[in-house]
Every structure is written in structure tokens, then in C-alpha cells.
């Protein structure tokens, strides 16, 4: 599955003859080792969930942290190498906070993904930076209305109705394209997200996973927030029923 | 130059918003002491397509100010793929007004239309305050007009309506302002576009009386009339 670089892939101002770069591309595997990250735009705002898998029993619950808010209006979930995601939050909690001081308004959900993307970008053109190895779904609801972006190690950023990365994305990504998302408000669209981490989560290879949602919708008064406790336990118990309900088939 | 003498901005500058958009308007005198160096100057500076900015004070430093705001404008423009909000074009305004406080001198009015929140007003005085009001005044002409606009101000007026009281609110200020004069320049900004309208010095109400002209305030004694000064 993975081909060899053979000598191209020893840096990321290195082309291959086929036009690759390698190094970049060694830094989405990183992405893809990592646990689930799903986003979804419902019609009136964002849901994002994610597979935190779990360490150590050890480990407090509700700690290692994997989303977070950028701004008021739009928060970030990151999938990769943590330490690497959390510079790049900073670096967006940054950029929302120096364009509102000029310009006097919230960052429009565009230009800070245009912003993050660029310098994600940024670090894939110096032979002394590496590449991020982490990907970022980022949601936010600004006067357009809700957006979802994903930037990816490559500094590409698209604009996505739905969009997942991570070891199960192949898999939500198709339970995803089965939602009918224009039509599903953000309550609903919460149920189907914890449904699919726990359709996703790999019993066998990964023991055990902790699932952390956030949400901005108009229920949340267009402000980027955890998912409130009641609504989070609802959607888990939800989850785990239809779990059941397809291993008794 | 000396900071303490008293120093007037021959201005008057008027910005107003109706149902629909927003209504600038402006004198056009330019006076350096009693001496008009320019009669028929244009106050109301474009920013953006959507935005323009009605200048008083130095004209040096409103004109600086603005060459600016239109430069950071084009940019975020350019960047953001559609137009500039006039929120955003007057925070630009009172950014480089209060960091500049020591050294400028100006007072502005930026008044614009854009898809978010249709029209609006933001007043920008001296030190870098910014405002966001139904109607601005501004200038040493603006003086003479607070209690007209307490008055005669209306919520929700028409383009026609509002204009009109653009026009009859400066030619007032020229009537009793010595550094405010000439002709009455407005801007009109709607979703439709903008529209510059003139209207010179003569078509404006003159607000006082014309007395006969008398040859002799002698010739008084020998008629009959003992009230010269009353009006008929």
C-alpha cells in the first residue's frame, strides 16, 4: 500500500519524477493513524464528533482534549499528532483575534480557514520546517450562515457538507453520504454523528474510545460549544442502541 | 502653528439614513482663516463601491486618512472575495484616527450601504471615537444644527424626504456658518448603487429677508412709512 520513496522522499522541498511529494504525504499517514474526526453542516449549524481513543485507563475522562474553540462563532477538531494540532489552534485563535481587532468585526468562517490553510501550507515549503501532521475539520457559523472546512497536512483547504479524517473515514464518509443533511437540524444531526463514531470504532484493533462532540447552531446561539451533558448522554445511549441493534442481526 | 488658538473647521458634513440606505451630504467651502482658498470643493470621499466618508477639519489629514482606509479596504476586499461592510470600513477609520490622535485633526463621517445591514451611519470624531448612529453631524457648521435635527429627525423616512432634509440642514449651517459655504454636494447609497446629486448656491433657501434697496436713509424722514425696518 505504501510505496517507497527511494531517496525523494528525504525532504519536503523534494520532488519525486511523478510529481509527488513524498514528505507530505508520509504526514497525512499520520493523520490517518489517528482516531475518527467527523464534521457535519446541518441546516441550521455544525455538529463535530471525535473517537478519542484512550490511552491509559489511567487517563481522567474528559481529558486530551481534541476539540476547541477558535472564536465565539467557530471551533476546531484535530486529528493527528496532538501537539502539532494544538500549534495550529493557537495560530488560529491568533489570526481570529488579530482580524477582529482590525478590522472590528468576527473573522468570516473563510478567511480564517483561508488563514489556517495558508500557513499549514507555510510550514511544507521550508527544508528546516516539517510538515503538520495533523489534519483540522473546522466549523464555525458566521453572517453566511454555517460552514464546515477541512485542512489537511498539504495546507488544502475545501469547504465540505460533510467531511471526515482519521482511521474510520473511509467508512464514515459513506455513512455520512447517506444523511440527508439539508434537512437535519443539529439535534438530530448529533445522534447521527455519535451513531457513526461508534459504527466506525474498531473493537478488535482499538479497545477502548471516549467520544467528545461539540456543536454551533442556533440552538446554541451561534456560539461554539461542548455539547451539553444531557444532550451528549442521550446521543451515546442512542448509539450504543443501534450498535445492538445490528449485532443482532 | 500655534495648538492653542482656536481654530474652526469650515465644515458642515451630514450623514443620514432612510428606509432603504443612507444620505450624505456636504457644504463646500474650504477656508484657511477668513480667506476661501476653495469654493467648491468635494467633502464626501469615495472608500469603496458601497462606502463613502464625509471629511471636516484639516483637510490634509482627512485626505491622508482616507487615501488609508481606501488602500487596507481594496485589500480586504480582494481577500474576502466580496464587498467591504461599512462596520468594517469605519473601524479602519477610527483605528488610524486614534492611534494618530496626537498628530490628525479631523472629524468624519462614514456612511455606506452593504447586504448585511443595509444602511448605516458611523460617526468618527476628533479622538478616535466610533459611533453607529441614525444620523451624524459634524463640522463647525454642525453647531448651529442640533436642535433642528432634534426637531425635524424622523425614523424611517423616504430618499426624498431624507435628502431633502440633507440639503435644508446645510444650507441652514451655510446660512449662519461664516466657514461653511457654497453649493450642497449629497451622496445617496442604496442597494441600487450611489447617486451624486448638486444642488448650488443659489437654488438653496436663503432663510432671511431682502430689504429694499434705498437710495438714502435720508428719503425715510421725508416719506411716510416711520418703520423702515419692517418686513412687508
Redesign the interface.
Known sequence: MSSIGTGYDLSVTTFSPDGRVFQIEYAAKAVDNSGTVIGIKCKDGIVMGVEKLIASKMMLPGSNRRIHSVNRHSGMAVAGLAADGRQIVARAKAEATNYES????PI?V??LA?RVASYVHLCTLYWWLRPFGCGVILGGYD?DGPQLYMIEPSGISYRYFGAAIGKGKQAAKTEIEKLKLSEMTCREGLIEIAKIIYRVHDEAKDKAFELEMSWVCDESKRQHEKVPELLLEEAKAAARAALEEMDAD | MDLNAAHSMGTTIIGVTYDGGVILGADSRTSTGLYVANRASDKITQLTDNVYVCRSGSAADSQIVSDYVRYFLHQHTIQLGQPATVKVAANLVRLISYNNKNMLETGLIVGGWDKYEGGKIYGIPLGGTIIEQPFAIGGSGSSYLYGFFDQAWREGMTKDEAEQLVVKAVSLAIARDGASGGVVRTVIINSEGVTRNFYPGDTLPRWHEELEPQNSLLDILNTSSPEPMSIQ
Not at chain 1, 102 to 105: F, H, L
Open positions: 482590525v478590522y472590528g468585526e468570516p473563510k478567511e483561508e453572517r
